[in-house]
Nanobody, 129 residues
Framework: QVQLLESGGGLVQAGGSLRLSCAAS????????MGWFRQAPGKERKFVAG????????GYEDSVKGRFTISRDNAKNTVYLQMNSLKPEDTAVYYC??????????????????????WGQGTQVTVSS
């Protein structure tokens, strides 16, 4: 089992930056697919960014490409989402997610809610105009 705890959300003006953290416990995040999703009020939970198991392949939702960066520190068992040039439409609850362990390497990342097995409680990001 993997427990995930997000932090780093808050209120920021348009054009500003935030760095979200996802601290994992219970199991290592090494060689495990990880991702970030977000959900605005009245909207479905949507993929934002993700890693493959090996970490050599990342993917981003089109609207955040060039603005958001996913990274991880295996020694700290933590995944990050650096968010720059924030826009009001980025306002949402952001969730960290992990897929079950499948092997030591892999080139795929996953973009659907049902692709993931473990979820954090979320952290609120609000971007004002």
């Amino acid at each position: 089992q993997v427990q995930l705890l997000e932090s780093g959300g808050g209120l920021v003006q348009a054009g500003g930056s935030l760095r979200l953290s996802c601290a994992a416990s219970g199991r290592t995040i090494r060689n495990r697919v990880m991702g970030w999703f977000r959900q605005a009020p009245g909207k479905e939970r949507k993929f934002v960014a993700g890693f493959s198991r090996s970490g050599d392949n990342t993917g981003y939702e089109d609207s955040v490409k060039g603005r958001f960066t996913i990274s991880r520190d295996n020694a700290k068992n933590t995944v990050y989402l650096q968010m720059n040039s924030l826009k009001p439409e980025d306002t949402a609850v952001y969730y960290c997610a992990a897929r079950r362990f499948e092997g030591v390497s892999g080139s795929y990342y996953y973009t659907e809610v049902n692709d993931y097995d473990y979820w954090g409680q979320g952290t609120q990001v609000t971007v004002s105009s």
